[in-house]
Nanobody
Framework: VQLAESGGGLVQAGDSLRLSCAAS????????MGWFRQAPGKEREFVGG???????FYGDFVKDRFIISRDNAKNTVYLQMSRLKPEDTAIYYC????????????????WGQGTQVTVSS
């Protein structure tokens, strides 16, 4: 499945932002989606992911600030981010998996190119 993120940008601390990830070329309903991020000089970090049969699981740093949702009719998954902090600055990636744990990079078979999120203080 091909993935394309959008919605990144420059925001101020405390603002909200919604990222989108559009999927094509596969059976979207079969996949569970995840979001990761990578800041300069740091490893890719798990943000959140979908579970089977439903539900979501988030990284510890999220602390109820981010929400993942999907629209199967649009083959799109979203990452709604609120109360953004400067430390949330990173490239955000969506990814698709057919099995495995949601927080493991190696569980995901397909990745988007990423979208930059920059949070100013």
């Amino acid at each position: 499945v091909q993935l394309a993120e959008s919605g990144g940008g420059l925001v101020q601390a405390g603002d909200s932002l919604r990222l989108s990830c559009a999927a094509s070329g596969g059976t979207f309903r079969s996949y569970r989606m995840g979001w990761f991020r990578q800041a300069p000089g740091k490893e890719r970090e798990f943000v959140g992911g979908e579970l089977w049969p439903d539900g979501t699981f988030y990284g510890d740093f999220v602390k109820d600030r981010f929400i993942i949702s999907r629209d199967n009719a649009k083959n799109t998954v979203y990452l709604q981010m609120s109360r953004l902090k400067p430390e949330d600055t990173a490239i955000y990636y969506c990814a698709a998996r057919l099995g495995g744990m949601p927080n493991r990079v190696d569980a995901y078979s397909d990745w988007g190119q990423g979208t930059q999120v920059t949070v100013s203080s």
